[in-house]
């Protein structure tokens, strides 16, 4: 490997971190004695900011010749070299075998100098995290949850995944807010874990949101439907494609935007339905007088027992989906170390409210045996949607196509947030040498060009609509991916777990931490398990799996359904192991993990110190706002 390249990551390695604006957020001395020294009371570090502003625009240009110019390669940006494939520090015979190991160090310092352009500002943050992924998940596969699982089961499995995903989304924060590196959580995994672990996951989360894409723009089209059944479904395909394209094009402030206006619809869209629901509930619909919880007498609040509650698991699963997706924006946040921990802790409060309470007045105005809760040509088809069957029961109103619309708008931006999550992890993924060079190629406005273009290519599938057999074809697809979700929020703990071990091995204390984990480990140890147990759920209904119709199981049926429920596992296992062998990557060790590359440096001992002092003089109710908000 070249020595410039050697001193380039050591120079990283020193505690300078620098963004494609050549900002110097902090700097630090780190040398092995004043780190160990660090754990005094008052221990400072040198701070400095010193930013410089983008080249002043003089207009000799016109605007088309800057437009184009904006397409070329950041300046001083080099795509990733791939040659670089060499044993970690520790590990004997470097020279001999050069060509068959990886070099954990480089890709650390590659992450921690992308050229991304930081432009996400605080509500930015708020909103991807609060609605960003409020999709079909939530507006439609929640309808398959209520029929399988009855009112209880339903409310108590996403409670049990919304429980968890909170420890999950604190463990991320920690992470996030102290290494706003690209790639964040799929990072995380090469870092404190395993290379070939954190090979495997980034492109298990890759494949999740590639394909997620076409199934988003096609679920869009299907919604069109209910206004027009007769219109051709390719049309709308391409309006969402070239929508989807615009705003991730316009570069990472577009996307902000555009996820702030559609997330602001959908939680708005929400808040409505909780107080019409409420309404409805009381008030009756114009067929009956008081509903009350009826609906949970007859037809009852369960269905199929402890079974029923299983099978809906990995279903509130797929809900929730898409809310760590605000840890890949903290690479891209103009401050992610201010705004980044806010946002995080309003995954309670959508939690809370948004899933919860929304989904508690769906199953008191839907009952579990409503036969329009299968009536969907796919598992996307919004038809299907008890929300929308829930006001329609109110009567002939506008409502019903207010609902639609609003699925419509949480289609185009979960498929917004497809091409932005699969874009920045295969960037992510080009920069460690985890994938082709070419998808690190980072343009003048901070956008990760060729990955984005590769993203929305994989949207063109969505034409495949008008094909009779597209239902089956994307379930197979779907199935890659299927559990891709608990892979990467198992890989979140595991991160954060031996992270805490490598962070006190290193000879740091959690007050040097930005920002600490409301859960703890024990939230990341919980969290773990309970994806564990959700992952044995679903072998469980790979091979016994609850049905609307008695008939039994042909053999083909029998296995098409076992394959496409647990498809994701053979593939993360090949992805492992085969990456694995190739270059005999080690499991990180404590004492070798890098926990300063990229880090986010601070005077942080006289900042924690002077904040714990005036928090313990606050009021019990501010502190109980300020450890949620």
């Given amino acids: ?126 909103m991807i995290a609060i609605g960003g992924s409020i999709g079909t998940g939530l507006f439609v596969a929640s309808g398959i949850a209520l029929f399988q699982s009855g009112p209880a089961s339903m409310i108590l499995a996403y409670l049990f995944i919304g429980s968890i995903q909170f420890c999950i989304m604190q463990s991320l924060g920690e992470l996030a807010v102290a290494f706003p590196v690209a790639g964040s959580f799929s990072v995380f995994s090469t870092r404190f874990l395993d290379p070939s672990w954190g090979f495997a996951m980034g492109w298990n989360y890759a494949f999740q949101w590639l394909f997620a894409l076409p199934l988003e723009i096609i679920a869009g089209s299907l919604t069109i439907q209910y206004w027009n059944d007769q219109l051709n479904k390719a049309i709308f395909v391409t309006i969402f494609l070239v929508l989807i394209a615009v705003i ?29 629901g409420i309404v409805v509930n009381i008030g009756g619909t114009p067929q009956s007088g008081y509903i009350g919880a009826e609906y949970w007498v007859r037809p009852g609040p369960t269905n199929h027992g402890f079974k029923g509650f299983c099978s809906v698991l990995v279903t509130s699963s797929f809900s929730f989906v898409g809310t760590e997706l605000v840890g890949l924006a903290a690479a891209e946040a103009a401050n992610p170390r201010k705004t980044l921990p806010s946002a995080i802790k309003q ?23 409503d036969p329009r809760l299968l009536g969907g040509t796919s598992s996307v088809d919004a038809s299907a949607s008890p929300f929308v069957l829930a006001v329609e029961s109110v009567g002939s109103t506008i409502l019903p196509s207010v609902m639609n619309a609003v699925i419509l708008l949480a289609v185009l931006s979960v498929g917004n947030s497809a091409v932005f999550g699969s874009s920045r992890v295969l960037a992510a993924l080009a920069e460690q040498s985890h994938a082709p060079r070419i998808f690190a190629y980072v343009d003048r ?44 929020w198992t890989s979140i703990c595991l991160s954060h777990i031996r992270f805490r071990q490598g962070w006190a091995a290193a000879g740091n204390t959690l007050n040097q931490l930005p920002y600490k984990s409301q859960a703890g480990v024990i939230g990341s140890w919980a969290a773990i398990v309970a994806n564990v147990f959700v992952l044995a ?93």
């Fill in 248 to 276: 991730n094009l316009v570069g990472i402030k577009g996307y902000g935007e555009a996820e702030f206006i559609l997330s602001t619809v959908k939680v708005t869209a929400i808040v409505g339905f909780i107080l019409l």
């Fill in 445 to 488: 406005k901070g956008r990760p060009l060729v990955a984005i273009v590769f993203a929305l290519s994989l949207g063109l599938l969505a034409y495949l609509v008008d094909v009779k057999v597209h239902a089956v074809i994307f379930d197979w697809l779907l199935s890659i991916c299927g559990l891709s979700s608990l892979f990467t």
């Fill in 1 to 126: 490997m070249p020595s410039t390249e050697s001193e380039r990551s050591k120079s990283l390695k020193n505690g300078i971190t620098m963004t494609r604006d050549f900002e110097i957020v902090e700097m630090s001395d780190m040398t092995e004695s004043n780190r160990r020294s660090a754990a005094a009371p008052f221990a400072t570090t040198t701070a400095y900011a010193v930013s410089t502003k983008p080249p002043a625009d003089t207009g000799d240009e016109n605007i088309p010749q800057r437009v184009m110019d904006s397409f070329k390669r950041a300046p001083g940006a080099k795509l990733a070299d791939q040659k670089g494939y060499h044993v970690h520090d520790h590990m004997p015979d470097v020279e001999q075998e050069r060509e068959r190991h990886y070099d954990v160090g480089v890709a650390n310092a590659r992450t921690a100098s992308t050229g991304l352009s930081r432009e996400l500002k605080g509500r930015h943050l708020q």
């Fill in 347 to 369: 995954v309670f409060w959508r939690i809370a409210v948004f899933y919860i309470v929304a989904l508690f007045l769906v199953s008191l105005l839907v009952p579990y045996d």
């Fill in 537 to 629: 759920a679903q072998f469980w209904m790979a091979v016994s799996p609850v049905r609307a119709s008695t008939e039994p199981m042909t053999a083909s049926q029998m296995t098409n359904n076992f394959f496409q429920k647990i498809l994701t596992v053979p593939i993360v296992l090949v992805f492992y192991i085969g990456h694995k062998l190739w270059f005999k990557t080690r499991i990180i060790p404590l004492h070798g993990m890098d926990v300063d590359t990229g880090r986010s440096f601070s005077r942080h001992q006289a900042m924690s110190v002077n904040s714990s002092e005036s928090s313990s003089r606050w009021p019990l109710w501010k502190k109980i706002y300020r450890s949620v908000c």
